[in-house]
């Protein structure tokens, strides 16, 4: 296996509604086929114009009551109530559902990265959001590469935040181990390791959280694996979940 190169893409303007990234980073950087783009999830929703201005957004009741419970402003409350399909969890923080299957931390609406005053969502679909930047950079280059959208989350049992994959497309998110042997012959039962957040979390590693100024993150020579797209687990199978509903019922 060749070695693996990953590159920070910089050079990019501050992201504003309407502009082409996909475009733009080709601009900045060659592609060749069996690359994988790692793209932040807020320079897409930049592009895309998926932000708001607090001024616009008036809280209702439930939101008022959220902000005053965990001391946070009842107008980015209620843009957190307004992107999520479930609550899981009130306090001390709100978690919740979205409604394409991920679960985070106040809906993974942020104000960091965005202009006083307002906030920016994660893309309403990014598993579509993957896949137009790639057939968009296709069109362009004529190189057939694999693309991620990333978004930085905590982890349970574990303090400090690391890059997600939230869409991807191009190729399957876990790979699968299971029917396989370790090297002393025993069958693997249990093993699916999920690439696409290994990928998105040193991605997210090279972009830095503050000012660094590198919004994409390109892989080469990564090998090629097989596998299944379930990253999420269901809500039957999700303990943590069901245990929290449990422990906080509506």
Request: negative net charge; charged residues 25%.
């Amino acid at each position: 296996m060749e070695n693996i190169i990953v590159t920070g893409i910089r050079g990019l303007p501050l992201i504003k509604k309407g502009d082409d990234i996909a475009a733009m980073i080709c601009d900045k950087v060659s592609v060749e086929d069996g690359d994988i783009l790692s793209l932040a999830s807020t320079v897409y929703s930049k592009a895309q114009g998926h932000t708001r201005a607090l001024s616009e957004i008036k809280p209702a009741e439930r939101a008022i009551r959220l902000g005053k419970l965990n001391g946070e402003d009842p107008r980015f409350v209620q843009a957190v109530l307004d992107a999520s399909k479930e609550i899981i969890l009130e306090h001390p923080f709100i978690m919740s559902e979205l409604p394409w299957g991920h679960i985070g931390v106040r809906a993974g609406v942020d104000q960091s990265n965005i202009d006083d005053g307002m906030v920016i969502f994660l893309p309403p679909d990014p598993m579509k959001a993957a896949e137009e930047v790639r057939n968009r950079i296709e069109k362009i280059t004529g190189k057939k590469i694999g693309v991620i959208i990333t978004d930085t989350c905590g982890r349970s049992f574990r303090r400090g935040q690391t890059g997600h994959a939230i869409g991807w497309s191009g190729f399957t998110a876990i790979r699968d181990f299971r029917g396989d042997t370790d090297l002393f012959g025993h069958e693997l039962k249990i093993t699916e390791e999920a690439v696409v957040d290994e990928l998105a979390g040193f991605a997210n590693f090279v972009m830095g959280e503050s000012n660094n100024g590198v919004p994409a993150v390109l892989f080469r020579n990564c090998p090629v694996w097989t596998g299944h797209n379930n990253l999420y687990f269901s809500p039957a199978e999700d303990i943590t979940r069901r245990l929290l509903k449990e422990q906080h019922p509506k």
